[in-house]
């Protein structure tokens, strides 16, 4: 079966090519009455380029949205809602010389295979990271639907390389500050840090990943399923789709691997009338359901694929040994990058979810 | 919309609760001419079972299946297989007392609110550990599919609370050993460590966690989705809805966000005239599809939240705060049991891309 | 993809073979909190066998049914309900001698194709009418949940060959007595002419089909989507796929296409209070939601394809022509017993819709 | 769920109103290699403005299409292709005065009270007959998908009003003659009749409907599902989901229920090697799977709701009785417009039915 949807409720549906004329999403379920409009977009789209120039690629996307459907009289109408953004920076010239040559830690080689050649090997084509400005582009409706919902994203640098936030910070301060440094990081003396990591990194030709954790806030008990389209599971997956990610775990994570069940348990107790737990080792989550905690889930992104060195690789076309040095614009780092788009990712897969669970209705009669 | 089924074409739809009559699966879109009977599906369900009753939960599940369709002359149809197993074993008074207070780490208090009171909260009910059976059962019919296209899926103990294996081990040697030992672990050595460290914890009243490696060998480039259905991001999907699993991650994992991309990048190089890379930082996907290299993916597990001390919790009732004794019988630590199953899902997984990618056909031919 | 699931909030799960062991069927999504036990099922099944045994096939299906899961104290718990009954009746011997030679008017011949010769031909296996039995359980969930929301499913027989029923019927009359004749025809004159006709055909060893009507009464206005889930499309899609049917027509069908638009269109008026239309030629749908006047729809069924006159065929395994004398008993009209298929089929439908829609809640708290 | 798209393995995603900027689809799953490029629709698109502009509507709807993504040096890449078509004649001025007040036939009420008030009531919004360009565009892949392997799907006006195609008419005739006549009628004669019938009904502000056949010719035996995605419930389901479709039979259709088995029934023989059946009473279709036969299907369309005269209504927001002129212009009879339409239907389901079988696979290696 074709996969180029996710959700049951609140459906994404993406299409476009890094180097194709459009990159564009449709959500199909967005319920009637949401006030929508492309100022809601653009800024969403713009803090998918780093403030700071020195530390990203040369490549500026300028994104503009424009909706083609869904919307009228400033409300989504329950009908599709079609947007596209046009790709113009693309230089395309860039590929033609190597495309025989697959790059490492890309997906040129499978992709290549897998098509039987058709496939648009610009850039990456439909696997480029580019194609998540289709992410973001549905995010900015799933989130204005949750905070309707009083339901709250927040997603954040925790690390870039070796260096990492290790103090805690409050919710307020990662609302308010995350997207205010350009590796979005609300530390401002790790966000220092970092910035120098990925110059330094730039400088010899190489490139660094890193972390990012995203909280939800808000999200009442009881979303989620059973077994099979369990709410971490989903979350997981839409994380993982997200190109460069290669690891996601939820509260303690893979550390709770090491603690004994006396220690990671999250005992129930009651403040001010309601049920809720001392700790957060579940990250918000018990078998696939919320808990009412805060959701909390973090992601591992690999460093950047395209890197200015040369590097050993084949020739499909002779099946032979080869070099390349890839060429394009690239980010030394995809984090800063990245962050608004696992906001994106897990705002979509909550608004499915709480759709499904009927907590957000079908059409928002009070909002009219 | 339901969510108890999962895949697209291998797809496995589950029912049945922890002290219902039966745990049940089914698959639709096995394709026809699978030799397959009862005796293919019962050595794997006894695998849930670890050989060394002393560090094993008290309640022993003789689960013995039944095949209700699918299956004629000794081959699958291409109809729907259905298989069921009962619960005999299944003490329900256990729950009788405590079905007011919701067990710390467990789905009871988010599934009641879920189901406004209706959930059968009889251990866990639909969101036992037990309904992994069904898991199992598909995984059998997967894991015989897969070998006919010489596709291998091994999992295997890789860590239970802080006892690890730190030392490579080969294919072969966790294909032949990895149950041998009653923690299913190839290393006998680590596998004694770990055996006493559940021991030990048991005694204590508590319970452990741990680390479970699964790979997926021959499994040929190219098979997956760009995106949404990406390979990885639906292996992690049906991993991360395994009762008990807080974290996935693949390949370098966690740790890559660490490296710089010049000694995280797999390189390309011709061995036998076939494609293959150096390294496999990338755990054997690229872009959401198969590069041809072992798929390599851990899982972490939460120690077993059932514990026989004391631990605080609120009465739903009464709302207000109150403390549990779980009864039941429970494993000190379920890592063992969780081995197969986690396999089953890896190869639940391939199995539905290998069909979607049109390399496994809809009827098999050669096996008549 | 697999195909053998239907709905999207309110899915049916379909397994099972003629001459298998059992007819099973899973409902995934009936909401929490209906009351629901054996009982409820067990009068609808028996309704499949029509009263007068004179006009009827000779296997006596008396189908038992077992729930396996998804009810607890007497309730859904809003996990799968599942449900088998045992193929007690079936005797294969019947079909080994001519499982070579396909019956005319089934699907031997293109299963026998499709499947490689793997399915089970065995009174056609998969493809036989007695699978409709899952189709019967899965609307007695449906039908009663509907009835809670006030809504009522009601079909009979309107013709059998060339008898119809001529007058117009009240509601009432058809919920009363569509069952009380062995034909489910409430006009009890014309009921005895059908019973003659059927009676006759079967003296011939030959067979009769017909047409059945069904009424949805009480579904309010603006359930179903525009387009591709438009309501109408899919009851058509399950009223299909019931074996024997080979057309379906809304309101006014077929005949509609020779009038004009001023007298087709069913113009509105006020009528205490609600919005109503004089005419119901839309057959209570209208743009693929419903209008809120009653849902009207009509299925032709073709004569039973298993007759005992012999009939030309081909041996597939030589071949060539041949003849084929049908073994098997077999009813000589199946309409009376697809009466309640039909009503089952719009009901199924009409409960996912009522779901999608919002309008029928994941938890009937109302119940408890 | 969310409903705006339809198969399983060739989906079709459907986006946009009547009066809002664009009408776009999205085909997910056409195979990678199919030459394709907008010179392959836009002749269909223009299939939908018939020859003669004397019996059309005011409104000429010049579509041009674009294609956004899916289509590389050609040929089709195995990404989603996506195409829209700009909405330039609408002329919503049109739909203000009446926007209170459901037109009689149309959905304007029922989406009314769906969508809480926020549909685009332009034209009927999203419900309108102008979305079908989304099936036509998706039509076109198909088709030539189809056509790779020898299916060919026809379809024609077989009856306007009352003015009906009575004698047998080839496929070479269908094929060749169907779009050469206004009313897409291959037999002059009758196609004269028509055209003057749909001019009287104009002049007297009124409208006429009709009937469609369809054929496909070519499809190997074995293609469809058993029970759930039976071929011929899914090209129902497609086809009834067309704005103004209120029948569908196929074969003999309704005519069958008055028939005797021994009639009815298509005996099969050999014919140079081959199996085919005498008669094609069953339509090309037994138990769900295609025969090898022609498919053959016939909807039946009403006339159109929209005519100039003055009708009875409500007033929605007064919630009193009303009358209303319908304003916009209209086709007095939309079949010939709905041939293409149709023939994209059936074209689209069998695309979706032959890859599911893996009778067409992912990659079309040899088109390269």
Known sequence: MAGNSIGKEFVVFSFGESHGKYIGVIIDGCPAGLPFSEEDVQPELDRR????LKIVSGRIEKDKVEILSGVFNGFSTGAPIAMIVANKEAISSDYEATKDLPRPGH????AHVKYGGFNDYRGGGRFSGRVTVALVMAGVVAKKLLSTFD?????????IGKVKVDKALSHEEIRKRRYETSVRCPDSACAKAMEEAI????????????VIECLALGVPAGIGEPLFDALDADIAKVLLLVPAVKGVEFGGGFAVAELK???NNDVYQMRNGKVITSTNNAGGILGGLSSGMPITVRVAIKPTSSIVKEQRTVNL???????????GRH????????VPVVESAVAITLADHMIRAGVIPKV???QK
């Open 317 to 327: 076309l002779k099946m032979e040994d080869a070099t390349i040095k890839v060429g």
């Open 151 to 159: 339901v709250d994203v927040l997603a954040y640098t925790k690390a």
């Open 107 to 110: 997906s040129d080689y499978p």
């Open 331 to 338: 980010d030394p780092c995809v984090v800063p990058k990245a």
């Open 49 to 52: 380029i780093p403030a700071q």
């Open 364 to 366: 928002l009669k009070e």
């Open 261 to 263: 069940g006396s220690k």
């Open 199 to 210: 110059v330094n990194v730039k400088q010899q030709g190489d490139s660094l990943g890193g």
